[in-house]
């Protein structure tokens, strides 16, 4: 077995160290390049063609760590390809990467200073992210479900990839998950799609110290219109952690007893 398939996290050695340069200074310059390229796309094809960048970006980011790191990931279950809500468990930017690539119309919440950014920002309007003004606090959640609403009705929203616990969490925390899920799916219908990671093994929080391995995303069935708003958000929680908890113990992560895991938070 290759060490970029062994489901473990490999070792941190010094020419790992020497690949993570390596690795940011490749990826660096390719989305310069691939964003610069891709105007054309954008130009030309609107959010078809931001899409068909923003998948061959995503991807050769994905190889590059590869190439660089010895990193894989294996992608279990089915990625939805319709409108829904994807709530993920987050743990770093690996996760990010390989659910984006997963599916095919994916779309973000952003903060709206960050859709200002240029190249950047002209994509993800493109690709149709939703930006959000956390200053409006509930009114906030208002528009954003407005905005959803008016995406479905015109040519469809995709994949709205959200993070339950709002941030990046370390192997084996948990944080409380915030009620947006359940706020959208209420004001849209929309299913909801939960998925599993063990990713911060190998690719730590903060991006330094990435070990060689396969890490595992994993898509679980979709929760729909049938599963009653009320627990929704318990249960959402229960299916993640559960299965994400089964996913880091593969990787071989000794997890505390279940009712002590909040208490790593």
Request: hydrophobic residues 45%.
């Amino acid at each position: 077995m290759s060490r970029r398939d062994d489901p473990h996290p490999g070792p941190l050695t010094p020419w790992q160290h020497v690949q993570h340069v390596l690795y940011y200074l490749h990826v660096a310059l390719a989305t310069v390049v691939m964003g610069l390229a891709g105007i054309v796309l954008l130009v030309r094809h609107g959010r078809v063609g931001a899409n068909r960048v923003a998948t061959r970006w995503i991807g050769y980011m994905i190889w590059a760590a590869k190439l660089h790191l010895g990193l894989t990931c294996e992608v279990r279950g089915t990625p939805p390809t319709t409108d829904c809500i994807v709530a993920a468990k987050h743990q770093s930017f690996w996760d990010i990467l390989v659910i984006a690539h997963a599916v095919p119309r994916r779309a973000f919440i952003m903060k709206r200073e960050v859709m200002r950014v240029p190249v950047m920002g002209w994509y993800a309007w493109k690709v149709g992210c939703i930006p959000i003004d956390r200053t409006r606090g509930r009114d906030a959640m208002v528009a954003i479900s407005s905005q959803i609403n008016q995406r479905i009705a015109g040519d469809g929203l995709g994949q709205l990839i959200i993070y339950p616990e709002g941030t990046r969490t370390l192997p084996g925390q948990r944080r409380p998950y915030k009620q947006g899920v359940s706020t959208i799916r209420m004001a849209t219908g929309l299913p909801v799609v939960p998925v599993a990671v063990n990713t911060g093994m190998f690719w730590p929080r903060k991006g330094w110290g990435i070990r060689p391995g396969r890490a595992v995303v994993e898509f679980l069935p979709a929760l729909g219109p049938d599963v009653p708003a009320a627990g929704f958000m318990a249960r959402l929680e229960a299916e993640i952690e559960t299965r994400s908890d089964r996913l880091m113990a593969e990787a071989g992560l000794a997890l505390p007893k279940s009712g002590d895991a909040m208490g790593a938070a």
